[in-house]
């Protein structure tokens, strides 16, 4: 069992930075590929980024290329999303999940994560 908890997230205008952290209980954590997905209101949900346990590949959403960071510190049992360059359209409620798969098809997809935390909001004003 993995619970795991969002922080970080609040209003920031456009081209502002945010750092996104989700603490993860337990003393498997580097056993787990790690996720981001954020959903906006009337949105389904979907994937923004994610890192695997097994060789640390990370994989972001294309809209996010080059803006947001995914990185973990297992020493912490916490896994980070720096967001750069932010824009109105990044506007959404963010999540972590954690997920014991590792390749790139499993865990860039929502449904493959077994453990979810709450939320955070995240608001980018034009």
């Known amino acids: 069992q993995v619970q795991l908890v969002e922080s970080g997230g609040g209003l920031v205008h456009s081209g502002g930075s945010l750092r996104l952290s989700c603490a993860a209980s337990?003393?498997?954590?580097?056993?787990?590929?790690m996720g981001w997905f954020r959903q906006a209101p009337g949105k389904d949900r979907e994937f923004v980024a994610a890192?695997?346990?097994?060789?640390?590949?990370?994989y972001c959403e294309d809209s996010v290329k080059g803006r947001f960071t995914i990185s973990r510190d297992n020493a912490k049992n916490t896994v980070f999303l720096q967001m750069n360059g932010l824009k109105p359209e990044d506007t959404a409620v963010y999540y972590c999940?954690?997920?014991?798969?590792?390749?790139?098809?499993?865990?860039?997809?929502?449904?493959?994560?077994?453990?979810w935390g709450q939320g955070t909001q995240v608001t980018v004003s034009s």
């Open positions: 999940a954690a997920t014991s798969l590792n390749s790139r098809s499993a865990i860039t997809a929502g449904p493959r994560y077994a453990y």
């Open positions: 890192i695997s346990w097994r060789d640390g590949n990370t």
């Open positions: 337990g003393r498997t954590f580097s056993s787990y590929s």
